[in-house]
Structure formats: C-alpha cells, structure tokens
C-alpha cells in the first residue's frame, strides 16, 4: 500500500510546497498554504497498455444542434447568449449576500415553469431543504415544480442525476462545498474543487444538461481557488452591486457560446430580483440638472447602450498629499486624467483632494468615459455645471487629444431617445477643427478635438460656446 506523504498546497493558484510558509512563492499571496494528503506512487507510464484509436470527424455534420434553452427571464438569457446550452457548465461568482442563490432559485423555478418537460434540480450543500423552501416562499415560488436536495458529496450527486431520466437544468451551490469522498483533503482545497468540477462537468458533459456551479470570491473580488476552474467551464458569470444600492449587475467575462461582455441589470426587491427593461433611464432618475461635478456618459456595455452620470468632487486637502478616492472606475486611468488636465491645460488639482464615483453601483472599464470624467472634474474645480441635457463620451490621449471610440451613433441614438438635445463628443477621423452639427433628430453634436476645446466649451466667459446660459456660477 502506498505511503500518503503531506504537500502544502496554495489555495489562490494551486503551487505545491514541501513545508508551509507564510506566503506563497508562485503567486506571492499570503496565508494560503493548506496541507493536504497527496499518494507517494509514482502514475504508471503509457507503455504498460495500449489506449483505443480516436474516431475523428468534420466540422460539419449531418447532426443537428440541440436548441438553447430559454429561462423565461430575458435579461438573464441576454447574458448567457440567447439561453442555456445543453451540455454546457456556467460558474457564477459574487460576494457573500450579494444575491446569487436568490438569481438561481428564481432561473431554476422560471425554466421549470415555462418548459413543463425540463426537469430541473437544485442541489444546497450551504442550506438545509427547509431553509431553501423558506426562500422560495418569500419569492412566492413554492409552486414551482423544482426538485430539491441537500448534500454535500459528489459521488451521491452523480449517482442520482446519471440515471434514466436526466435533468436538463443542475445549480450545485456551492463548488467549495461539494466534496470527493476518495480524497483526504478538506471541502473547499483545491484539489477537492477541482475535482468535484470536473466530476460534475464530465456529467454534465456526457448527459447534456446545463450545470451551475455557484463559487464563492476572495476579498480582491476573483473565484476562490485556481483560476483553473474557470477554464474548466463554458462561461463565467460575475454578480456584482453594491449593498447600498438596490441594482444589482450579471457580467459575463466567459462565455463560448455568446459575447463576453454582456450585462443584464437587475434590482433587489422584496420579492427578490426583478428585471431592469431600461436600465439608463433608472440609473439617471434620480440626478439633479443644476449641479457642478457631474456629467452624463453613454457607454457600451455587450450590445447595449446604457447611459449613466458620473460624479467628481473637488475640495481642498488638509493634509500634505491629497487623497484620490474612486468607486466605479479605475484608480490609475484618474491619475492619468488629472495629470492631462494640469500638464495640458494648467489646472491644478494638487492641492485638492478628488472624489470620482459612478451613480447606481455602476463599473466603467471602457476608455470612452474619459472625456466625461474630464468634464465632471473641471465642472467640479470651476463650479460651472455641465449642461443637463447632454451627454460627453470621448478616449484621452497623453497629449490632451481626445480619440474616436467606437459605436457612436449607437450612443447619441440613445442619448436621443431619452430625450437629451447636447452631446460633446470627439472629432470625426479626418477632420482637423471641431464643429457643431445636428444629427437630424434635434440632437446637437458638438465636437471637440482637444481638451481645450472642452473647457472652452465649458467655460462661462466664451461667447462661442452653446453651454453659455447654463454656466455663471464661476
């Protein structure tokens, strides 16, 4: 019988040590080495056998591929790509209590009602069945014909899903949870999830039925664990919000079978999740047209065009070094805009402290909402605000220049239908001087070439400037 010898095992990128140290020497983390049992033999080589011959096929074939499945709750099919592929694994990722049992329960009970002959399974190994069913009660889903369960070991789990009649829809909550009862470590370990994962994903595989792995997330905001969970499976989906906001965000940051950067904006309600059908007209309900430091963008999120305002706040630094404090955008691309703005244009921002945030829990990462985060933090430092009526969407460069972006008539579309007038937007490629231009649809384009530009549009003084009456407060 062979020997089990103990290696240390690094619990965020799956490193082995011989003895525990207090940081790992892969990926630098710290207090995350686990000792777990590892089998002291040696795996035999390929020369003690002969493997079976791989029958190899085309790209097309006669075969048809099966249907998607739709949940019944549009924004979250937006985000899997149009519904749930059969056979496909989804690994969906948030903070504690941010709502993810609540969004599977309700997907689990939506394809269960909508599509009488899928048979749908939700498996707890968190909660107990009374405590589920406590759930589904307040989410007034206790009608639905859902088959539930609460356990924790994988080999029962597969024994009862591989039968004669498979499910089609599988939420395993959680993967840290769920263990091998074969392997001497601990639930949660990495080898425990990652072989509970690929046990469950090689079913899911084989008997065609969509599985939802739910994962747990560090304090940076990753899946605990290796990263090689999420390649194990098709698509990543992360539930993001915060908890002094009732909206909550589904991203897709993987997805096989659909775009990767689609997002469906829910909101926390009292009877759970409910759709968002216009998610830029409730993220700016609640703005003020007459207040400096603020300023309308219009982003890209997946194929949608979603409008919402970003705060800056400037006051004077009591302390030697200023703070810079950001919710919503990156810290580092502010830093680059202020120094644009003091090198470029002589503003200064080094005295005062600077208070960047996106309304509605929002998170920006195109470079799009640079111009706009530029208007917001020159409205703030002059006292001028930006017109209510229009929105700002432009990339900046290094040298003040402000860059095309992509998809701009999709985002004064938008901006139109919501019923703003004014959009301050980069030059045209080609062109070499702003100029103001109408859309058609009573949309005045105002474009603008150079950060100067901008602040001379929005400065109260120029008399060439269409934002003149709004200004004065200088």
């Not at 399974?121 to 014909?145: C, F, K, T, W």
């Not at 919402?308 to 810079?324: K, V």
């Not at 003040?400 to 008539?409: D, H, K, L, N, T």
Request: charged letters at 20%.
């Amino acid at each position: 019988m062979a020997r089990a010898k103990s290696l240390f095992v690094c619990q965020d990128c799956g490193a082995t040590h011989a003895k525990w140290a207090g940081q790992c020497e892969g990926c630098g983390a710290w207090n995350t080495l686990n000792e777990e049992q590892i089998s002291d033999s040696a795996p035999k080589g390929l020369s003690s056998g002969k493997g079976s011959k791989i029958n190899f096929v085309g790209l097309q074939g006669s075969e048809a591929c099966p249907p998607r499945l739709p949940s019944g709750i549009p924004e979250f099919d937006r985000v899997c790509g149009g519904g749930l592929v059969p056979g496909s694994a989804l690994l969906v990722g948030g903070d504690p209590g941010i709502g993810k049992s609540t969004l599977l329960l309700q997907v689990t009970a939506a394809v269960a009602k909508s599509q009488r002959q899928a048979r749908c399974v939700y498996i707890s190994g968190e909660e107990a069945v009374d405590q589920v069913r406590m759930r589904a009660d307040r989410l007034s889903l206790s009608d639905a014909p859902v088959d539930l369960a609460s356990t924790t070991n994988v080999r029962d789990i597969i024994a009862s899903l591989d039968g004669a009649d498979p499910p089609q829809v599988v939420v395993a909550d959680s993967i840290q949870t769920l263990y091998v009862d074969n392997l001497d470590s601990a639930p949660g370990t990495v080898t425990q999830v990652r072989t509970s994962a690929q046990e469950l994903i090689r079913l899911a595989k084989r008997r065609g039925f969509a599985l939802f792995l739910v994962g747990h997330v560090t304090k940076e905001g990753n899946i605990a664990g290796p990263r090689v969970l999420e390649h194990m499976v098709d698509t990543v989906l992360y539930f993001e919000g915060e908890r002094g906001h009732q909206f909550r965000i589904l991203r897709a940051v993987k997805n096989r079978f659909g775009p990767a950067d689609e997002i469906g904006v829910f909101e926390m309600m009292d009877s759970g999740l409910s759709e968002v059908a216009n998610p830029s007209a409730l993220f700016l309900a609640d703005r003020d047209g007459e207040v400096s430091g603020a300023s309308v963008f219009a982003g890209i999120e997946g194929s949608r065009t979603m409008l919402m305002e970003i705060q800056a706040l400037t006051a004077p630094s009591a302390f030697g070094t200023p703070r810079r404090a950001v919710v919503g955008w990156d810290t580092g691309r502010l830093n680059m805009i202020l120094a644009v703005l003091e090198a470029r244009c002589g503003l200064s921002f080094g005295s005062n402290d600077v208070y960047l945030n996106v309304a509605g829990g929002m998170k920006i990462s195109e470079p799009a909402a640079d111009l706009a985060v530029a208007a917001a933090l020159v409205s703030s430092l002059t006292n001028v605000p930006v017109p209510p009526e229009a929105i700002v969407f432009g990339e900046i460069g290094l040298s003040g220049e402000i860059r095309p972006v992509s998809q701009s008539g999709a985002r004064l579309k938008e901006a139109e239908k919501l019923g703003f007038s004014q959009a301050i937007t980069p030059k045209r490629q080609g062109q070499k001087n702003g100029r103001e231009t109408n859309t058609g649809g009573g949309l005045i384009q105002t474009e603008t070439g150079h950060l100067q530009d901008l602040l001379t549009l929005l400065s109260p003084h120029s008399a060439g400037s269409p934002f003149t009456a709004v200004g004065g407060r200088a």
